[in-house]
């Protein structure tokens, strides 16, 4: 177990410094910017997102002639896109806008016949993310065009229910445009028919078990947020439920409580033994930021709490040996920032800038010195490995003072 991370040896909490004490105080054993005033830190990992921004664009982009093979967020050209998107927020570039909106339109294009249906690895992810773009340039054509696309996408009847290929994937394409562009942008009623959908086979699948809801992927009962309860309850709890469907996400989440490991992390499917993956994909990280959603969404003291608890997995095992979002530091530093959103606790911001730091100083060195996993799509959002899309995101989100951050823009992550 312990060769998938690398023992957490930084201090449980080093206090921020002002400018004027910092170089009398002493440093964090693993990190001098630990210590660092906030406001110094952000400008560092901000100058940082900028140069890995380039360097994705180029390898990404401008190294394949501008052409797209792959077209989706999880490893292909609209995870490019997608942080360009990140970056113009936060720079108000207009030449960051200008080249999100090539890729784009090339994803468009490669997109075309492609009968994937989510925002992570398909279509709906293309028109959204276009259609966003469109709204914030005034173009009003590009717009009704890409939203036409959008809502033409039809949902196959045998579609899965999970985040990565299934219903709940389509379903936070909707929220994302909702969010950025306005409510009824896609109508609840659109939504409402997929929520039934959704709804309808966890139930059968749970059929009067102990858990009330229930879902399968390619034959195994998954836990997780890529591909299974978490993801799909997180989706869900961004829905307008019906009261007995919020007691079915709410009686489903205490059941995932209730079975979690004797260490606290989570199993990544039902009826699992294997304590391992401490991942957002598989394991307590994903499972985190849904409980963080829960404690948002429903107020019940029982989700923080257990938010909480599944936190400190993943700051004991979270260190992993890779770097992306899906099963790497980036990923697993999304919980951290999660819960100081929640809570306002500068122990869990604390935390998120102790991964951060780790990745910022520390991960090209120990990838050069084959400690680290140097991985097959090193540019990828959700594969990162090196010079990590998701990395440069991360690093925009915490120099940004977490103004940005959302879970539902990428979920993933779900929390973006
Ligand atoms: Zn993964």
């Given at each position: 177990m312990a060769d998938r991370f690398f023992p957490n040896e930084m201090p449980n909490f080093v206090p921020e410094t002002s400018i004027a004490v910092a170089p009398q105080e002493p440093t964090a054993k693993d990190s001098e910017l630990l210590s660092l005033p906030y406001a110094t830190l952000a400008d560092t990992l901000k100058r940082s997102a900028f140069v890995l921004k380039q360097t994705v664009v180029n390898?990404?982009?401008g190294l394949s002639g501008k052409r797209v093979q792959d077209y989706t967020l999880y490893t292909g050209a609209l995870g490019t896109a997608y942080l360009l998107f990140k970056a113009y927020q936060v720079s108000k570039n207009d030449s960051d806008l200008k080249l999100c909106s090539d890729i784009v339109k090339a994803c468009d294009s490669a997109a075309r016949d492609s009968g994937r249906v989510t925002f992570i690895c398909g279509r709906a992810g293309v028109c959204a993310l276009a259609a966003v773009l469109a709204n914030n340039a005034g173009d009003e054509r590009l717009l009704d065009r890409y939203l036409t696309q959008f809502k033409e996408i039809k949902l196959p009847s045998d579609l899965p229910d999970e985040l990565l290929y299934g219903r709940v994937g389509?379903?936070?394409?909707?929220s994302f445009l909702n969010k950025h562009i306005g409510k009824e942008t896609i109508s609840t009623t659109r939504m409402r028919a997929v929520v039934d959908e959704t709804i309808k086979s966890g139930r059968r699948l749970a059929n009067k078990g102990r858990c009330p809801l229930m879902y399968e992927w390619h034959g195994k009962k998954y836990w997780g947020a890529a591909?299974?309860?978490?993801g799909i309850m997180h989706v869900l709890m961004d829905m307008d439920l019906k009261?007995?469907?919020?007691e079915d996400v709410k009686g489903t989440l205490r059941y995932m409580i209730k079975n979690c490991f004797p260490s606290g992390n989570y199993p990544s499917s039902e009826g699992s033994e294997s304590d391992r993956l401490v991942h957002w994909c598989h394991g307590a990280p994903g499972v985190t930021l849904t409980l963080v959603k829960a404690a948002e969404v429903?107020?019940?003291k029982e989700f923080l709490q257990a938010a909480v608890d599944a936190g400190e997995v993943v700051w004991k095992r979270g260190l992993l040996k890779r770097i992306g979002i899906c099963h790497g530091i980036s990923g697993n530093t999304y919980v951290f920032l999660a819960l100081y959103r929640l809570t306002?606790?500068?122990?869990?911001l604390y935390r998120a800038k102790a991964f951060a730091c780790?990745?910022?100083e520390k991960a090209q060195k120990l990838i050069a010195e084959g400690k680290m996993h140097g991985g097959d799509r090193p540019y990828s959002l959700f594969e990162a490995q090196s010079h990590a899309g998701k990395f440069g995101i991360l690093?925009?989100?915490l120099s940004q003072g977490l103004g940005f951050l959302n879970l539902q823009a990428i979920i993933v992550h779900p929390n973006g």
């Open positions: 390898e990404t982009w389509f379903l936070w394409a909707c591909h299974g309860l978490a009261p007995d469907e919020v429903f107020g019940d306002g606790n500068v122990e869990f780790f990745l910022h690093l925009l989100t």
